[in-house]
């Protein structure tokens, strides 16, 4: 049985723990508000950019552009959406094994899979496992997430043209509420524009056909088209900055209670470990007055 | 002296941070492909790629904002839309920050040399034209 001294250091710092934990989770917390509010705010741009490029493809057609070329697969990149820290629950974990899942059933057939990695975290465990790995960027806050969304679409979309890949995908967390983060993957390119009738909904064929394209439908579709896949990688980024913060919201409350837990089960040990060196100086005391009165 | 509907317009400024701009104006002047150009109320229907420079929006009341590249849209009501991936107020630029970006991805482009020129070679030419559009947009 440990000594007193030893039960009240460890309870001090079990405590100690539980600070920290309760402040990281209130951190964690005040930061996923945060990246929920950038997530709400790239929804009307998204919803634009959407539009005008399903318009554009519905008038140009669908083979009106490199990046909506459909190839047999013979090389597959993954950009995979990881966090620098961990702390998390499984957050990182959820996203490696979904990437080595889709690589081994989905892409079976693929020649080659190489992954461009975000996050400290999935550079770490792909490296270990010695994956073709393209590029390693840090993971993005919510003010760097655009930059990255750019930089990592520039390099996917030349990957694509120069028939360096024949599909990009993305995996990552997608936030669905405080409580659960599911895994995704979605196909970045090449680009499927969405049927016009669903995302130009309420416009008719004729009001999308008086339009002036300048300088023509070509030059339009090469300047949006990319920044289409920049928004996506830009949203799956998001996703993942806000599924990170909710995913260590959870794992920091459970931390919190568990720690709880400890310092009261330590408790009622250091109260027993009390309660039996009374009893045990009583049983001398009285032994001694016994032994005295002979 | 009748007001006329079509003398002021409204234009909604969109990025992936958000609606920047939603306000009624009587003109926009903005860096499209082939050139700066001016759209005044009552514009046809009409769709334009832009690249990275300087938006005005009003001639009375004048509101400046540094644009990366996007398009402008007219709608059918005659309302404009502008999408463009960034885009910042004259007076929220810095200034001496931007001419530093600038100056570090022009030396980048100037050593590229025999380098293939990929998506990380696009992305040092977009940094540039995102900090000359920032500097264009103060000294102009």
């Given at each position: 049985m440990p000594?007193?001294?030893?039960?009240?250091?460890?309870?001090?710092?079990?405590?100690?723990?539980?600070k920290?934990t309760?402040?990281?989770?209130l951190v964690?917390?005040?930061?996923?508000?945060?990246a929920q509010?950038?997530?709400i705010?790239a929804?009307?741009?998204t919803?634009?950019?959407?539009?005008v490029v399903?318009?554009?493809?519905?008038?140009?057609?669908?083979?009106?552009?490199?990046l909506?070329?459909?190839?047999p697969?013979?090389?597959?990149?993954?950009v995979?959406?990881?966090?620098?820290?961990g702390q998390?629950g499984?957050?990182?974990?959820?996203v490696?094994?979904?990437?080595?899942?889709?690589?081994?059933?989905e892409?079976?057939g693929v020649?080659?899979?190489?992954l461009?990695i975000?996050?400290r975290?999935?550079n770490?465990?792909?490296s270990?496992?010695r994956a073709?790995?393209?590029?390693?960027?840090?993971?993005?806050t919510?003010?760097?997430?655009?930059?990255t969304a750019?930089?990592m679409a520039?390099?996917?979309i030349d990957d694509?043209?120069?028939?360096?890949?024949d599909?990009v995908?993305?995996?990552y967390n997608?936030f669905k509420n405080?409580?659960?983060?599911?895994?995704k993957?979605?196909?970045?390119?090449p680009v499927?524009?969405?049927?016009?009738?669903?995302?130009?909904?309420?416009?008719?064929?004729?009001?999308?056909a008086d339009?002036?394209y300048e300088?023509?439908k070509?030059?339009?579709l090469?300047?949006?088209?990319p920044?289409?896949?920049?928004?996506?990688?830009?949203?799956?980024?998001?996703e993942?900055?806000t599924?990170?913060?909710?995913a260590?919201?959870?794992?920091?409350q459970?931390?919190?209670?568990?720690?709880?837990?400890?310092i009261?089960?330590?408790?009622?040990?250091?109260?027993?470990?009390?309660?039996?060196?009374?009893t045990?100086e009583?049983?001398?005391?009285v032994?001694?007055a016994?032994?005295?009165?002979? | 002296?009748?007001?006329?509907?079509?003398t002021?317009?409204?234009?909604?400024?969109?990025?992936?941070?958000?609606?920047i701009a939603?306000?009624?104006?009587?003109?926009?002047?903005?860096?499209?492909?082939?050139?700066?150009?001016?759209?005044?109320?009552?514009?046809?229907?009409?769709?334009?790629?832009?690249?990275?420079g300087?938006l005005?929006?009003?001639?009375?009341?004048?509101a400046k904002?540094?644009?990366?590249?996007g398009y402008?849209r007219?709608?059918?009501?005659?309302?404009?839309?502008?999408?463009?991936?960034?885009?910042l107020?004259?007076?929220?630029?810095?200034?001496?920050a931007?001419?530093k970006?600038?100056?570090t991805?022009?030396?980048?482009?100037?050593?590229?040399?025999d380098?293939?020129?990929?998506?990380?070679?696009?992305?040092?030419?977009?940094r540039?034209?995102?900090?000359?559009?920032?500097i264009?947009?103060?000294?102009?």
């Amino acid at each position: 049985m440990p000594s007193l001294k030893a039960i009240r250091t460890r309870i001090t710092s079990v405590k100690n723990t539980r600070k920290i934990t309760k402040a990281m989770q209130l951190v964690s917390t005040a930061k996923l508000k945060r990246a929920q509010g950038a997530l709400i705010a790239a929804r009307p741009y998204t919803q634009a950019i959407t539009s005008v490029v399903s318009q554009l493809s519905a008038v140009a057609g669908t083979d009106s552009h490199p990046l909506f070329e459909e190839r047999p697969m013979l090389k597959a990149g993954i950009v995979v959406m990881s966090s620098d820290r961990g702390q998390a629950g499984a957050f990182n974990a959820n996203v490696t094994k979904a990437v080595e899942r889709y690589a081994a059933n989905e892409l079976s057939g693929v020649q080659e899979v190489s992954l461009r990695i975000i996050g400290r975290k999935g550079n770490q465990y792909f490296s270990r496992r010695r994956a073709t790995i393209t590029s390693f960027d840090g993971a993005p806050t919510g003010a760097t997430a655009l930059d990255t969304a750019r930089e990592m679409a520039n390099r996917v979309i030349d990957d694509f043209k120069a028939g360096k890949l024949d599909r990009v995908f993305v995996v990552y967390n997608e936030f669905k509420n405080a409580g659960s983060q599911a895994v995704k993957v979605k196909q970045i390119l090449p680009v499927v524009p969405e049927k016009a009738t669903t995302a130009t909904a309420g416009k008719t064929e004729d009001e999308n056909a008086d339009y002036i394209y300048e300088p023509d439908k070509q030059v339009l579709l090469d300047r949006l088209v990319p920044l289409y896949v920049q928004i996506m990688l830009y949203r799956a980024a998001l996703e993942s900055i806000t599924s990170f913060f909710a995913a260590q919201m959870t794992a920091m409350q459970n931390a919190t209670k568990n720690a709880g837990d400890m310092i009261a089960a330590l408790t009622l040990q250091f109260n027993r470990a009390r309660q039996a060196s009374i009893t045990k100086e009583l049983a001398e005391i009285v032994g001694g007055a016994e032994a005295l009165k002979g | 002296m009748a007001m006329d509907l079509n003398t002021i317009f409204s234009v909604n400024v969109v990025t992936p941070k958000g609606v920047i701009a939603h306000t009624e104006a009587d003109s926009v002047q903005a860096p499209g492909e082939l050139g700066e150009f001016e759209m005044l109320p009552g514009h046809i229907p009409m769709l334009t790629a832009l690249k990275p420079g300087v938006l005005t929006i009003g001639t009375k009341a004048r509101a400046k904002y540094a644009v990366s590249s996007g398009y402008l849209r007219v709608d059918p009501t005659g309302s404009v839309e502008i999408l463009v991936e960034q885009a910042l107020p004259a007076k929220d630029i810095d200034v001496e920050a931007a001419r530093k970006e600038l100056a570090t991805a022009e030396a980048e482009l100037a050593k590229w040399g025999d380098k293939p020129m990929d998506g990380d070679y696009t992305n040092v030419q977009q940094r540039a034209g995102w900090a000359r559009a920032r500097i264009d947009t103060v000294t102009h």
